[in-house]
């Protein structure tokens, strides 16, 4: 993420991120988005984070918690657009004119989340890889923008799961 980015991102979020203490010195709000992005683009763990930034697991926890919060709320209407017949129409002429594929309303691609099973999960999260996970699957328009996103059960993994989605109700008659 470029320096730019990052701090057009702390403007956006840094009016939800105030904390006022009389006792102590708040972490400052640049140091916990960093921790936050650190996370999340590396995948470290919290004990790894510990050593990097000097602050507890208990701290670390709970400001990737906070932070991916109010970036979700804050960004959610402004990077997840709103889907209705009139983009599902859009999508279809785009792909028709630039793929040359007839109603195609967009491509989909996922990918398996590994997860701890959940306790009663039972077989219903373990994949054909061997390991317990989730599907997570995106779908872009013709012009690579991210439209959607679903996840779902591994079990749910095969042509009948697009009955669970919700943009079924576009182009299903």
């Not at 050593?51 to 804050?74: D, L, Q």
């Amino acid at each position: 993420m470029s320096t730019k980015t990052f701090h057009e991102l702390l403007a956006k979020i840094e009016d939800k991120l105030v904390h006022c203490s009389l006792r102590r010195v708040p972490i400052l709000l640049i140091e916990r988005l960093m921790v936050t992005l650190r996370f999340l683009a590396t995948g470290r763990t919290y004990t790894d984070l510990q050593f990097s930034f000097g602050m507890g697991i208990a701290t670390i926890s709970k400001i990737v918690e906070e932070v991916c919060k109010v970036i979700w709320e804050t960004l959610h209407d402004e990077c997840i657009p709103t889907i209705t017949p009139d983009v599902w129409q859009n999508n279809a002429y785009g792909f028709l004119q630039k793929t040359n594929f007839p109603n195609c309303i967009g491509a989909i691609d996922g990918k398996h989340i590994r997860i701890v099973n959940p306790t009663g999960g039972g077989s219903i999260f373990y994949n054909y890889k061997h390991f317990y996970s989730i599907v997570l699957l995106a779908m872009c328009d013709a012009d690579y923008c991210y439209l959607t996103k679903y996840m779902i059960r591994v079990s749910q993994c095969s042509v009948g799961c697009f009955k669970t989605l919700r943009a079924r109700k576009f182009f299903v008659t």
